[in-house]
């Protein structure tokens, strides 16, 4: 049966949802300021409207191009591995510091699919460790440990 594409008319307007909520609470509950002394609000609303202007894009891209009509399927392995790797960052960070809780984040994420090997995400885990020091830690200074926290 042919009809929309089900996936981008669903991704869209989720999109949407969550861009007008987004820029709708930062408008209600945060200081906007004005242009020459911006306020802690406005950066909230601009990405509440930029993610509400990409779910129109997908949204109309899906009411033009048809595809078949179905729904996705929910797979439970990816799902558990992504809630699984939030989780394991959460529970690691104050203890571990943030290289170790990223690395192992990283290596619980690719329990999601069984084809990915295990050198590759370890790379990735360690450069986006690397990469977030470099940001958050020096660049920025703010108190996020590398290892673990000094007494």
């Known amino acids: 049966m042919s009809g929309y ?4 008319l669903i991704g869209g307007a989720i999109l949407i949802a969550l861009g007008i909520f987004a820029a709708v609470f930062a408008a209600m509950t945060l200081d ?20 509400t202007g990409f779910g129109v894009l997908i949204l109309i891209r899906a009411l033009i191009i048809r595809g078949t009509f179905e729904l996705p399927q929910f797979e439970l392995r990816p ?44 790379v990735l885990g360690m450069s986006l460790a690397v ?17 673990i926290r000094p007494f």
């Open 79 to 122: 799902f558990l591995a992504i809630v699984a790797s939030t989780a394991s960052f959460a529970l690691t960070i104050e203890t571990l510091g943030a290289v170790p809780a990223i690395v192992i984040m990283t290596l619980v994420a690719r329990l999601a699919d069984e084809r990915i090997g295990f050198v590759r995400p370890l």
């Open 5 to 8: 594409d089900i996936k981008d």
């Open 131 to 147: 990469f977030a020091t470099l940001i958050f830690s020096i660049g920025l200074k703010l108190p996020i440990y590398p290892f």
């Open 32 to 51: 906007v300021g004005d242009p020459a002394h911006m306020g802690p609000g406005l950066f909230p609303i601009a990405l509440g409207i930029l993610l």
